[in-house]
């Protein structure tokens, strides 16, 4: 008599289920790790602008005209999720500036986060769908809970 090898039905599913499970708690991890990296970009290029609008000063000893393309504070381009700007409703005056971040697409959108020339971080505005949370203290968001 022979043994007939392979795997039953039961086996199977057993085998299904655990890779399901496995993978219902791996999957809402991972998507806050993407989520982390994209909030990153808008992070760097404030801090990058920041040190440029800071260069700009140096040399002109005002922050009025930075912000504008051929200057050592031109805003950068080409970002994925973002879009950066001096604030077109408080522009850039002698003394003071402050520099905004706005998230672009999905799950970004509605997400508003500043820096100004005294390094004050703010998160202004969070998305109104997933279950942002805005932070109590002014700072950069680093999670959806409101974590900085």
Do not use: H
Request: charged residues 15%.
């Amino acid at each position: 008599m022979q043994r007939q090898s392979g795997f039953t039905l039961i086996e199977l599913m057993v085998t299904v289920a655990i890779i399901a499970i496995l993978a219902s708690v791996a999957l809402p991890s991972y998507t806050q790790y993407v989520l982390r990296g994209k909030l990153l970009e808008g992070k760097s290029n404030l801090m990058a602008m920041r040190t440029k609008m800071e260069l700009y000063f140096q040399d002109n000893r005002s922050y009025v005209g930075a912000c504008v393309a051929g200057t050592t504070a031109a805003l950068p381009t080409g970002l994925k999720y973002f879009t950066i700007d001096c604030s077109p409703a408080t522009p850039p005056t002698a003394t003071t500036y402050v520099v905004k971040v706005d998230g672009v697409g999905g799950d970004l959108a509605g997400l508003t986060m500043t820096i100004d020339q005294a390094n004050v971080r703010r998160t202004v505005s969070v998305p109104s769908t997933g279950g942002w949370t805005l932070p109590s203290t002014p700072c950069w968001i680093t999670k959806k809970s409101g974590e900085c």
